[in-house]
C-alpha cells in the first residue's frame, strides 16, 4: 500500500500565491506518476499537474504558466506552486500516486481564493 499525506492548502487573495506538498511513503514503485486533481462544487474532479518518476510533467490549460509541479525528498514527495491564482482555482485538491499496481488519493485540502 501506499500512503499519502498532503498539506499547505488555505485562504489567499486573488493573485496570491500557495504551496501545496504530498508525501508519499509505503511501498512505492520506482517508476510511478504522481499528480495533483482539484474538485470544485458540484464540478467533475480534474486534472491539474502530473509528474512522473522521470520528471515529465503535464499541466491542465487552465493552470499552464502559472502552476509548476515538482518532486523532491528522494522523489516521493511532490509540489505543487501556485501562483497568480484565481477565484476559479477555489477547489478541494487531491493528490495522486499512480504505478502498475495502485491508484492511490489522498484525503484532499481545501484551497480558496477569494476575489
Given amino acids: 500500500q501506499v500512503q499519502l499525506v498532503e498539506s499547505g492548502g488555505g ?5 496570491g500565491s500557495l504551496r501545496l506538498s504530498c508525501a ?3 511501498s512505492i ?3 510511478n506518476a504522481m499528480g495533483w486533481y482539484r474538485q470544485a462544487p458540484g464540478k467533475q474532479r480534474e486534472l491539474v499537474a502530473t509528474i ?3 520528471g ?12 509548476t509541479i515538482s518532486r523532491g525528498g528522494a522523489k516521493n514527495t511532490v509540489y505543487l506552486q501556485m501562483n497568480t491564482l484565481k477565484p476559479e482555482d477555489t477547489a478541494v485538491y487531491y493528490c495522486n500516486y499512480k504505478d502498475w499496481r495502485f491508484d492511490y488519493w489522498g484525503q ?5 481564493v477569494s476575489s
Avoid: E, K
Avoid at 11 to 15: D, H, N, P, R, T
Avoid at 56 to 66: K, P
Avoid at 108 to 112: D, E, P
Fill in 11 to 15: 485562504l489567499v487573495q486573488a493573485g
Fill in 24 to 26: 508519499a511513503s509505503g
Fill in 29 to 31: 514503485w520506482i517508476i
Fill in 52 to 54: 512522473t518518476s522521470g
Fill in 56 to 67: 515529465s510533467t503535464n499541466y491542465a490549460d487552465s493552470v499552464n504558466g502559472r502552476f
Fill in 108 to 112: 484532499g485540502t481545501q484551497v480558496t
